[in-house]
T-cell receptor
């Protein structure tokens, strides 16, 4: 079974631009979560989607948004990029196992904002 | 205030040593995860647990719900265990909170 794929793997943008990142979950998984990882803040939860609905959202400004499609693929969008948005963005595909949501992480997209 | 606290932040061990990483949390949880991150960024979920103890090879994870504490043990450590280990909790409100990670280096 193929793992979680994220595209692109690396991205360079300038302040003020917007960016869209893509995540394809493992086949059969219906939930996708997004995380931001920076050296200063560590890992932080962005949002979680399940069956095209946002189930949960972390404490990020409205510039960060996402969506999930009927085939479970997900995109996240960051508008009006700031230097502080430079980070590794990780997506995780989730399946329910024993009543709990087990997470499988993708390789991440490294975003650099200049 | 961090919802998840890990200790130690950095750990250096000789090959073969028994290693313990601790995690304390302050929120009600539905599950606790131990994650491993190697240089380059890839994250692997090692354990997901809500009670008791789980074992996988040389790795053991325990959780005490009453004390809001979990430990990750590595027996007979090996240089390939060198990585950052991250404790994460899924709160009962469905939010995820992460510890800052423990950077482990195992010296041959």
């Amino acid at each position: 079974k193929a793992g979680v794929t994220q595209t692109p793997r690396y991205l360079i943008k300038t302040r003020g631009q917007q960016v869209t990142l893509s995540c394809s979950p493992i086949s059969g998984h219906r939930s996708v979560s997004w995380y931001q990882q920076t050296p200063g803040q560590g890992l932080q939860f962005l949002f979680e989607y399940f069956s095209e609905t946002q189930r949960n959202k972390g404490n990020f400004p409205g510039r960060f948004s996402g969506r999930q499609f009927s085939n479970s693929r997900s995109e996240m969008n960051v508008s009006t990029l700031e230097l502080g948005d430079s980070a590794l963005y990780l997506c995780a595909s989730g399946r329910t196992s024993g009543g709990y949501n087990e997470q499988f992480f993708g390789p991440g997209t490294r975003l650099t904002v200049l | 205030k961090n919802e998840v606290e890990q200790s130690p932040q950095n750990l250096t061990a000789q090959e073969g040593e028994f290693i313990t990483i601790n995690c304390s949390y302050s929120v009600g949880i539905s599950a606790l995860h131990w994650l491993q991150q190697h240089p380059g960024g890839g994250i692997v979920s090692l354990f997901m647990l809500s009670s008791g103890k789980k074992k996988h090879g040389r790795l053991i994870a325990t959780i005490n719900i009453q004390e809001k504490h979990s430990s990750l043990h590595i027996t007979a450590s090996h240089p390939r265990d060198s990585a950052v280990y991250i404790c994460a909790v899924r709160a009962t409100g469905n939010q995820f909170y992460f510890g800052t990670g423990t950077s482990l280096t195992v010296i041959p």
